[in-house]
């Protein structure tokens, strides 16, 4: 849309601009807005960590780490700007034209960032007419309100939680499969080892650090990536990063770490690296595989007792059936890694125990299922699965996973279902022919293409037409990837429901905004420590919702009411007696075994401790006796050859492992004639995902002109005449964001990185807010999700490839438009 076409449509209706502006208030006067008069340390938690809180005149004052976490985040720095920020959401808002014309609203305007400030009543009353009408004129295939992420920790006010089962109290709705985290590797997983992996309790650390003589790091980046955890973190794994650093300094364990990049784990442990060519991780693993098979390497009592399908992968390996044999030679040309560099590695590997930690970033681009099988493979031929330090672990980077469980239950959340007996208004299961559950990462494909049929994990997808959506506790227009795809698409939406605390992108897409409040402002309880299960955490409430934001539970109980379901939906309880019940329950649960004081010692405490875990060895069962102990895969046995998905006969996911060239890759493969340079999206260092972006003091600790940081390797950057501090445009066919150049040489050639989660801030030519809404503005502020491919991993996992992605860049030269995405919405009124 021209600038011209949008004062027109400004002068079509009356309403004023409220100057953006007028949204920063300075820091004090929001802390004071709503706060109350306690001044000692509370607890609370969160996905950054457990900690304390003091207040000072009704305002949160001091943030300090909870005793039991001995090394805590540097993000704690940022926590209290998550509650004290100009990018919270206010009051209700409804987009403009969405207010004015309902379900028949333009929606090329979606985007432009134009709201009207309503009442709690209105904008739930326009909510539940627009779910009416949906479930009316389309019935529940028209519904989206499926999608997860990683709202805030806490198992009372899980918001997804509360929006499904609310939402679910009106009608039925398309749901997804699988998440972005590991779409392909857990759907691959299960016929190759019985189970997701991903998500499984890993072996301790402790019984790595003791038996291990090699440790590989594939595409891993522990150190950076431990510091934020599903549930309230304690770090503990630092604990044992510190006495593995001190293993490497004493030359006791050697760590390998193989990856394109100098992650922040290897400068921490100091250990070895091998350089790979991004995306080509399978042909180096091959390469292994072979060097193992010819001089005769393999433990074929291991592979013979243990797994099935060797002999139908042999001739793949040696070239009997392909004609081309996966050498050092071959895989060096593909790779870049030295053929004596893979022989040194596949001799290591076989030398002594050794551990493989496979992180999660290699199989969220296209192909990803491969990587994952032909580690798993790897991991069969050396034959050490299921030996304390040896074997394949999918998860030592996550949550504390290998960090041992304390063995307590822990408690239930609030509900996502409805409970039994109940039924929503509208009881149709009526998704006329489409399918109810899509893959995850399809569902802006979905609103492009319905009714298109495609194949996933052995079935086939229809796709639901769908015509609104709800979003609570997830940014799809942070996790999405592809940004001007996901803006046609949503022009074909007629109403989009958010639910944040913030005014993220998906907010400025959205036509009716709701605020919830932060942790902060809210009393919830939590497990801490993630995978180790330490103990329970009271997160107490620290002040009052700012502003007109609600509690997740309140927004959803106000729903209900005006469902008339409201004693249904809360079950007739207060917060208070949910936080109380669920306590209670797990006190039950755990009796005799972690004993816990009654509710209201625990609230003053703050928490109570389930003490240390047992050791533990993952598949030692299955190793001692496999016949007794079969893995979860169709033979009980690891699957190196798969039937199952053989029969699927899929080109692009095959009976066992192999290469495949990727549609974009750099270093010479398909694209990078045009657009040179892989652009990784990895984890930010300093963010969870797009949480965290908007605590504006912490955000400008690392912000290059106030612009996110793109890395950049200093020899590509200074040919293209650019230097440190530089405003860099980073583009390619699919879009074009600005960044600030930061020029490391921990980025090899041809390769740059922006971390997810950076806010998407669309501006049009004139650097306008309202421009944003037009397909291919520029990004204001850099969300590589403005350059990734909407792409499936294969026909089997249906996966998020955002790793698939070639992009080029140059010097900025343009007038420099303002960051349009942290200051919220133009405010209008009507
Ligand atoms: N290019 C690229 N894209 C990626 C990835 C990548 O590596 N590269 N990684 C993918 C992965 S692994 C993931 S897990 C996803 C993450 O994607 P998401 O899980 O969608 O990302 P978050 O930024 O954590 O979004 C959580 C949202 O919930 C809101 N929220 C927090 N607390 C509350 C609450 O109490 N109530 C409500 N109502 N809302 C709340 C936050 O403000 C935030 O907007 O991104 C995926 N996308
Ligand atoms: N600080 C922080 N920690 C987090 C998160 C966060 O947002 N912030 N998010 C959490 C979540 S939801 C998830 S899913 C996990 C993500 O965990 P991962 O996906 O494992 O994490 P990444 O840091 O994206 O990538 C890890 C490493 O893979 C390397 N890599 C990328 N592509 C390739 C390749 O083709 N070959 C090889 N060999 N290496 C490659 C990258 O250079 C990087 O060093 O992290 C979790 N931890
Ligand atoms: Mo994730």
Sequence with gaps: MKRRDFLKGMLATSFTVISSASILT???????????NRDDWLTTGSHFGAFKVKRKNGVIDQVKPFDLDKYPTDMINGVRGLVYNPSRVRYPMVRLDFLLKGHQSDTTQRGDFRFVRVTWDKALTLFKESLDQVQTKYGPSGLHAGQTGWRATGQLHSSTSHMQRAVGMHGNFVKKIGDYSTGAGQTILPYILGSTEVYAQGTSWPLILDNANTIILWANDPFKNLQVGWNAETHESYEYLAQLKEKVKQGKIRVISIDPVASKTQDYLACEKIYINPQTDVALMLAIAHEFYINDLHDKAFIEGYSLGFEQFVPYLTGANDGIAKTVEWAEKITAVPADVIRSLAKTMVAGRTQMLMGWCIQRQQHGEQPYWMAAVLATMIGQIGLPGGGISYGHHYSSIGVPSSGAAAPGAFPRNLDEGQKPIFDNHDFKGASSTIPVARWVDAILEPGKVIDANGDKVTYPDIKMMVFSGNNPWNHHQDRNRMKTAFQKLECVVTVDINWTATCRFSDIVLPACTTLERNDIDV?????????????????????????????????????????????????????????????????????????????????????????????????????????????????????????????????????????????GPGSDKHPVWMQSCHPDKRLHSQMCESEQYRNTYTVNGREPVYLNPGDAKQRGINNGDIVRVFNDRGQLLAGAVLSENYPKGVIRIHEGAWYGPVGEDGSKEGGAKVGALCSYGDPNTLTQDLGSSKLAQACSAYTCLVDYEKFRGKVPEVSSFSGPVEVTI
């Design 26 to 36: 300075p820091l004090t006067a929001l802390a004071k807005a709503g706060a109350k």
């Design 528 to 668: 801490y420590g993630s995978y180790a299960n330490r103990g329970l955490l009271a997160m107490q409430k620290m002040v009052e919702p700012l502003f007109d934001s609600l509690s997740d539970y309140e927004i959803f109980s106000r729903f209900a009411r005006i469902l008339g379901k409201e004693k249904q939906y809360t079950r007739g309880m207060t917060e208070l007696d949910w936080l109380k019940q669920l306590y209670d329950e797990c006190k039950g649960a755990n009796e005799g075994k972690f004993p816990m004081p009654d509710f209201e010692q625990f609230w003053r405490d703050g928490y109570v401790h389930f003490g240390e875990g047992e050791l533990w060895t993952r598949h030692a069962d299955f190793r001692e006796d496999p016949e007794i102990n079969p893995l979860g895969t169709p033979s009980g046995m690891i699957e190196i050859f798969s039937r199952k998905i053989d029969r699927y006969q899929y080109d692009d996911c095959k009976g066992h492992p192999i290469w495949m060239e990727k549609t974009e890759r750099s270093h010479g």
